[in-house]
């Protein structure tokens, strides 16, 4: 089991490459659920897409070298509160639809997992800062689209579905601010603010990436600079000489 989750052979990668796809299946259950009622039906397939995420995750644990240790990791205790929640759904009709949004945290190892196969990704490597940052402000956007959608549309009429809180997260990220959706009480309030925080330092970021000179990472055999010109033949810092691998013409 260990080897089939961290080896570098072909069918462990194939099977990393799964498991991003049911983690973004799962998370797209999570948003088409947010605009169907609660029926018999969709709690049903709650409760086997709770299964197979249960099932994943136990695997996940057997493959850890210290399970215990990594079951204690926030990430992992978020994910499997999300997947108790669509366990429990039919048990509870609903009643902790607001714990899906941990599920969405797993993107967060979704996005490391595309860092460590950028020998599959040409364009990726590429492009890899700008690429992940893009990543990581998408993972963002859909969080906070989960937390505000969760916590508001119980009672606030104005959100009743994942597109109205993209709408509203959207609007609020970029300070755009139309006003025509507002969340409801203190926490809302708050809320708000910290979306509006990390619009402004998110976005900076990723501006800053998309557009800083295109460099590439190689480690300096001397000083150890990571970062140089594409067609470097020598080290900027120390001079040393340079053997950056390329793709060929």
Not at 85 to 113: E, Q
Request: net charge positive; glycine share 8%.
């Amino acid at each position: 089991m260990r080897q089939a989750y961290r080896a570098e052979a072909p069918g462990a990668q194939r099977l990393r490459y799964a498991l991003l796809g049911l983690d973004v299946a799962s998370i797209g259950w999570i948003v088409l659920a947010s605009f169907l009622p609660a029926s018999p039906l969709v709690l049903t397939i709650d409760v086997g897409l709770g299964l197979v995420l249960l099932a994943e995750f136990a695997a996940r644990l057997a493959a850890s070298t210290r399970p215990w240790r990594s079951l204690a990791q926030p990430l992992e205790l978020a994910d499997l509160l999300g997947i108790l929640s669509l366990l429990l759904a039919p048990l509870l009709y609903g009643a902790l639809g607001f714990l899906r949004v941990l599920r969405t945290l797993r993107l967060l190892h979704s996005v490391r997992l595309i860092a460590s196969l950028r020998s599959d990704l040409p364009f990726f490597r590429r492009n890899e800062e700008a690429t992940l940052a893009a990543a990581q402000l998408a993972v963002f956007v859909f969080i906070m689209t989960g937390l505000v959608f969760e916590t508001q549309h119980r009672g606030n009429p104005h959100i009743g579905n994942y597109a109205d809180a993209l709408y509203f997260t959207v609007a609020t990220l970029t300070t755009t601010g139309f006003g025509d959706i507002t969340l409801q009480g203190r926490f809302g309030r708050m809320l708000s603010v910290v979306i509006m925080l990390a619009g402004v330092t998110l976005f900076l970021r990723l501006a800053q990436t998309l557009f800083r000179p295109n460099k590439v990472r190689f480690t300096c055999p001397s000083c150890e600079l990571q970062r140089h010109e594409p067609d470097a033949v020598h080290c900027k810092a120390c001079g040393t000489i340079l053997q950056i691998p390329d793709e060929g013409a």
